[in-house]
């Protein structure tokens, strides 16, 4: 492994911290080997050499088509309501209009685009219809790339969600539970099940050895009442005195941003079992819906930044949830009022849950831009994000014109944004992604119904 990528560890009992990039342990030669690995091809990789980062985040039920749409096309087009709060990275991101999921339209099957649009959101396959254990999807785009690069990072990828786990069961209209709690597919019959409780992927990022042994040092720390800090503050300060004044800065911003989480964390789990709509959540979930989200963006950017994982998935909401928003006195369930009938005060309440949403992905894209890889640029700019949801206009369970962020640089040089990208006929949403496998460095010569790459990303 290039010894830019060889990360290092702080270990204590139970405990195993990797730790972002530190110049002061990089090798001199080490960023021009990472330089001549990415020339050479090999996947994952920027052009400076770099982790390339993947990742798709997921919103449901659609949006307010309303304040969704843009006015005007290229880089002169004008942000409507929905878009305001991650405006200010403009030039960072790209906006697709006419991309479709044909796959998640009816097509014969009768009702379930709910269930339809989460299946379909990153394999671009239509899901066998059944309620049994015979379910059939096909492999998602994330578990393509996973399998190209994930030999270079401890985890192949990462799979959140705020949602509790369902694998079975029956859901919407007649299909499975696993097409509609599941964005990642390992393969056609295989979901890979998404981690919802905060606590659990905390010990799976900063715990250490088998999960059996994670277990065991939790349980440690949780009855000495300690930090997991304290079983790694021998080894990280003897690793500081080997550090200059710039990464030790970075070193300690680091493991507080670590502790931070952890509180949290802890505090979530003081409050007990919170209720979820209709699914009880797990212990360490706040009660808050947006704590939880923001506590999953910060281990997923802390992941990144340490090259834990370079492929991830995050579902904040499944398709078809009616969770209520309270909090910004829309008491009403989501799923209920998406089907607004043109109603004026349905379509003002979709509006303000749209809001709500684009502030956490506005969160996410702030958060990747503070962090810095060895190369000194953002991990946003080495990485290619996906925002969006597997319908547009609820209402109408409309499966194209896709509401579809692309954020990132993927290393610069590869996308062209600040623009916003009006495709005009419907354009597979596969074929995005094909183009987006190859700018990883992952040749496909198709994807789920791709019908061939894009042509300018």
Request: aromatic residues 8%.
């Amino acid at each position: 492994m290039n010894s830019l990528h060889r990360r290092h560890f702080l270990r204590g009992i139970g405990a195993g911290i990797a730790l972002p990039t530190l110049h002061s342990l990089i090798p001199s030669r080490a960023l021009a080997e990472a330089a001549k690995a990415a020339e050479a091809g090999k996947a994952g990789l920027t052009a400076s050499g770099m982790p390339m980062r993947m990742a798709f985040l997921y919103h449901p039920n659609g949006v307010n088509p309303d304040k969704w749409k843009l006015t005007g096309t290229g880089k002169e087009y004008q942000f409507n309501e929905t878009q305001k709060p991650f405006a200010k990275f403009k030039n960072d991101f790209q906006i697709y209009t006419g991309l479709e999921h044909k796959n998640g339209t009816a097509g014969g099957d009768g009702g379930g685009d709910h269930a339809r649009a989460n299946a379909t959101f990153l394999t671009g396959v239509r899901p066998f219809k059944t309620a049994g254990a015979d379910i059939k999807l096909g492999i998602s785009v994330d578990q393509v790339a996973a399998n190209a690069v994930g030999d270079q990072t401890r985890f192949s990828s990462l799979e959140l969600s705020c949602d509790g786990v369902r694998k079975s069961g029956v859901c919407d209209s007649g299909y499975s539970c696993a097409y509609q709690f599941n964005l990642s597919w390992r393969s056609d019959t295989t979901p890979m099940t998404p981690e919802s409780n905060p606590r659990l992927v905390f010990e799976r990022l900063f715990g250490a050895g088998s999960k059996e042994e994670r277990a065991r040092g939790y349980q440690m720390r949780q009855q000495r009442q300690r930090s997991i800090l304290d079983f790694i503050m021998e080894d990280a300060n003897t690793l500081e005195k080997q550090l200059g004044n710039n990464d030790r800065l970075k070193l300690d911003e680091y493991l507080t941003g670590v502790r931070e989480i952890e509180q949290r964390i802890e505090k979530a789990e003081r409050f007990g079992v919170p209720a979820d709509p209709g699914v009880a959540a797990p212990d360490g979930t706040p009660d808050n819906y947006e704590e939880h989200i923001r506590l999953m963006m910060d281990m997923l950017v802390m992941a990144f930044e340490t090259d834990s994982t370079r492929v991830a998935s995050f579902l904040l909401a499944h398709d078809g949830s009616n969770r209520s928003f309270k909090e910004i006195g829309v008491p009403d369930g989501h799923h209920t009022i998406s089907h607004h009938q043109n109603e004026a005060e349905n379509l003002a309440k979709l509006a303000k849950i749209d809001l709500f949403y684009s502030r956490q992905f506005a969160y996410f894209l702030e958060k990747l831009n503070e962090k810095k890889d060895a190369d000194g640029k953002s991990i946003l700019h080495n990485s290619m994000i996906v925002w969006g949801g597997g319908l547009f206009d609820p209402n109408r369970h409309q499966h194209n014109q896709l509401p579809i962020v692309l954020a990132g640089h993927a290393g610069g040089g590869r996308f062209q944004n600040g623009r916003h990208n009006d495709l005009g006929s419907d354009t597979p949403m596969s074929n995005l992604y094909l183009s987006l496998l190859d700018t990883m460095g992952v040749k496909q010569d198709s994807f789920g119904d791709s019908t061939g790459p894009m042509k300018t990303i």
